[in-house]
C-alpha cells in the first residue's frame, strides 16, 4: 500500500515589541561589561574550536573526495587540485597530486590506515617536487585522525610517529537535504505561491514543484570552494499557466546559486557568486 506524505509548516513564533526592547536594552548593558560576541552563521560563535570526530563507521564518514591543504604542515600548492579519493567498496584509492593522477589500493582497520600499490600516471610537470613529496608522504601514512569545525571536516594522516605528514579538507552540505519550502526569492517573500523543493545531497538531484510544474535537476559540488552548491541541467515539465514568470525566476535564482549557508536551525539561504541571497528555504517537516 502506497503511503502519502502530508507536508506540514512549524508555526513561526514572533517576539513581541516589548520583548525586543527589552532585549536590547539588555544587549547594551551586556556590551559595556564584555566585548560583543562575533557570530558566523546564527547560533555559531566564531570562537568555537574543533571538534574530534570519531571514526566508527570508516566507510561512511572517509568515503568520497578529499582535498590535499597542507604537506607537512606547510600549505600545498600545485598546478593541478591535490585531492584523493577513497572508494571503501573496493578498498581503492584515486586522486591528484597535483600533475598526476593517483590510482592504488588502501585498507584500514579502527584509525589505521596504510596505502600501497600507489600508480600515477607520467605527465611531464613543470616542477614537481610537492609532487614526489605528496607520494612520498602517502608511503608514510599508518594512522588517520579528523576532526569537524562548521560543517567542514579535517583529516590528518599521520605516519608512525603520530606525526601529520598530510591535512585533507572535505565538506558537509548534509544541512541542504530535505524538504524545503521557498520563503524569500531575491529579498522578496514568496511563501504565499507554496514553492517547494526537495533536496536529495547524497543522490546529487533536486525537484521542484511550483503548483503548476515539476522541475527536476542535478547537484554539483565543487570540492575546492567551501560550501559549494550548484543546480545544473534544470529541466521542467513545460507546462505555461498563470505562474510562468515566478517559475522562470525560480529557475534562474537555481542557476545562480553557487553557495549555500545555514540561517538558524529552521532556514537556509542559497547564494550567488557575489554572496548574495537569491533563495532562502524553510524546513518541511514530514509526516506519515
Not at 536594552?25 to 571538534?51: G, L
Not at 579502527?110 to 610537492?130: A, I, K, M, Q, W
Amino acid at each position: 500500500m502506497k503511503h502519502f506524505i502530508a507536508l506540514s509548516l512549524a508555526a513561526l513564533l514572533m517576539a513581541t515589541p516589548a520583548t525586543m526592547m527589552a532585549r536590547e536594552k539588555k544587549n547594551k548593558q551586556n556590551k559595556k561589561m564584555s566585548k560583543q560576541e562575533v557570530v558566523v552563521d546564527q547560533n555559531i560563535p566564531v570562537t568555537q574550536s574543533p571538534v574530534a570526530v570519531a571514526i566508527t563507521d570508516p566507510a561512511t564518514q572517509l568515503r568520497g573526495e578529499w582535498n590535499i591543504e597542507t604537506l607537512r604542515n606547510k600549505p600545498l600548492t600545485t598546478r593541478q587540485r591535490a585531492y584523493l579519493y577513497l572508494d571503501f567498496d573496493n578498498n581503492r584509492v584515486y586522486g591528484n597530486n597535483g600533475c598526476n593522477s593517483i590510482n592504488g589500493e588502501f585498507r584500514m582497520r579502527g584509525r589505521e590506515l596504510v596505502f600501497s600499490d600507489l600508480l600515477t600516471t607520467d605527465n611531464t610537470c613543470h616542477s614537481n617536487s610537492n609532487e614526489r613529496n605528496i607520494m612520498k608522504a602517502l608511503e608514510e601514512v599508518r594512522k588517520v585522525q579528523v576532526t569537524t569545525l562548521y560543517n567542514i571536516y579535517y583529516m590528518y594522516l599521520l605516519n608512525s610517529k603520530g606525526q601529520a605528514v598530510m591535512m585533507l579538507k572535505s565538506q558537509n552540505i548534509d544541512f541542504m537535504n530535505g524538504a524545503w519550502a521557498v520563503k524569500e526569492m531575491n529579498n522578496e517573500n514568496v511563501s504565499e505561491h507554496n514553492l517547494r523543493l526537495v533536496i536529495d545531497t547524497p543522490m546529487r538531484t533536486v525537484h521542484c514543484n511550483t503548483g503548476e510544474n515539476i522541475i527536476n535537476g542535478l547537484i554539483t559540488v565543487d570540492p575546492a570552494k567551501d560550501f559549494a552548491i550548484q543546480f545544473e541541467d534544470l529541466v521542467s515539465s513545460g507546462y505555461e499557466g498563470e505562474n510562468v514568470d515566478l517559475e522562470t525566476s525560480l529557475l534562474i535564482a537555481l542557476e545562480m546559486a553557487e553557495t549555500c549557508k545555514r540561517i538558524n536551525a529552521r532556514e537556509v539561504a542559497l547564494l550567488d557568486g557575489k554572496g548574495n541571497m537569491v533563495l532562502v528555504l524553510d524546513k518541511l517537516e514530514l509526516h506519515r
